[in-house]
């Protein structure tokens, strides 16, 4: 019961405060909008700005788990303040602080929703999709690409999964073998299940083939 009051009271204050910061976006206020979003994070989470920009993904997301269990409305409601604090950065004209902020708030989406985490302060889903399309301009690394290749293939949405592969196969990012390990996994689904994912058998076939050619050593047959 206690947890669920916190909950309550937390959307309710985040809701509010949120509100508030649309508002001031609205009016170029921005100073004051990363204020509230400041305070917000101080009040319901104990953390500021600069301890969090301080801290990598993986320590925030340890701070925020206690005897191996993480606390998914708390993730949800910082990366929400994140995604807020990376719109208000690009109005002011600041695509670095933007892009950092947006990211480290995509990466704690992930992080969450890749456990299958019920939304409790905002909903994982929209919010990845969201940001997703803010950081369309940008080169994402490694981390980033990887950690949408899983979420993009526990959602069945295989046809950007294997574009995210492609693009790490490209950089030299991800070994043949484990592109192979991905189109095991597509050839053991259904078809009607590939076909809800936009790929057919014969694409999936074809692709797994051409992968496993890379990977004969030179002198090979």
Same mark, same amino acid.
Do not use: C
């Given at each position: 019961?206690?947890?669920?009051?916190?909950?309550?009271?937390?959307?309710?204050?985040?809701?509010?405060?949120?509100?508030?910061?649309?508002?001031? %976006?609205?009016?170029?206020?921005? @100073? +004051?909008? =990363?204020?509230?979003?400041? /305070? &917000?994070?101080?009040?319901?989470? #104990? !953390?500021?700005?600069?301890?969090?920009?301080?801290?990598?993904?993986?320590?925030?997301?340890?701070?925020?788990?206690?005897?191996?269990?993480?606390?998914?409305?708390?993730?949800?409601?910082?990366?929400?303040?994140?995604?807020?604090?990376?719109?208000?950065?690009?109005?002011?004209?600041?695509?670095?602080?933007?892009?950092?902020?947006?990211?480290?708030?995509?990466?704690?989406?992930?992080?969450?929703?890749?456990?299958?985490?019920?939304?409790?302060?905002?909903?994982? %889903?929209?919010?990845?999709?969201? @940001? +997703?399309? =803010?950081?369309?301009?940008? /080169? &994402?690394?490694?981390?980033?690409? #990887? !950690?949408?290749?899983?979420?993009?293939?526990?959602?069945?949405?295989?046809?950007?999964?294997?574009?995210?592969?492609?693009?790490?196969?490209?950089?030299?990012?991800?070994?043949?073998?484990?592109?192979?390990?991905?189109?095991?996994?597509?050839?053991?689904?259904?078809?009607?299940?590939?076909?809800?994912?936009?790929?057919?058998?014969?694409?999936?076939?074809?692709?797994?083939?051409?992968?496993?050619?890379?990977?004969?050593?030179?002198?090979?047959?």
């Amino acid at each position: 019961m206690f947890q669920r009051d916190y909950f309550m009271r937390m959307i309710e204050q985040m809701t509010q405060s949120i509100g508030q910061v649309v508002g001031l %976006r609205d009016r170029k206020e921005h @100073l +004051q909008a =990363l204020a509230i979003v400041d /305070e &917000l994070l101080d009040r319901e989470f #104990r !953390l500021n700005s600069r301890l969090i920009d301080s801290l990598t993904d993986q320590e925030l997301v340890g701070m925020l788990t206690t005897g191996g269990v993480l606390d998914h409305g708390s993730l949800q409601g910082i990366a929400r303040l994140l995604r807020e604090k990376g719109e208000i950065y690009e109005e002011q004209g600041d695509p670095e602080a933007s892009y950092a902020a947006l990211l480290k708030s995509l990466h704690l989406f992930l992080y969450g929703a890749l456990e299958d985490a019920e939304p409790a302060t905002a909903e994982p %889903r929209e919010e990845i999709d969201k @940001l +997703q399309t =803010l950081l369309r301009a940008y /080169e &994402l690394p490694e981390e980033t690409k #990887r !950690l949408l290749l899983q979420w993009e293939e526990s959602e069945r949405h295989l046809d950007r999964a294997e574009n995210l592969l492609h693009e790490l196969l490209e950089d030299g990012q991800m070994k043949v073998q484990e592109a192979e390990s991905f189109y095991l996994r597509l050839l053991a689904m259904p078809a009607d299940q590939l076909a809800s994912g936009r790929l057919s058998l014969d694409e999936v076939r074809e692709a797994y083939e051409e992968l496993q050619r890379q990977g004969v050593p030179h002198g090979e047959s």
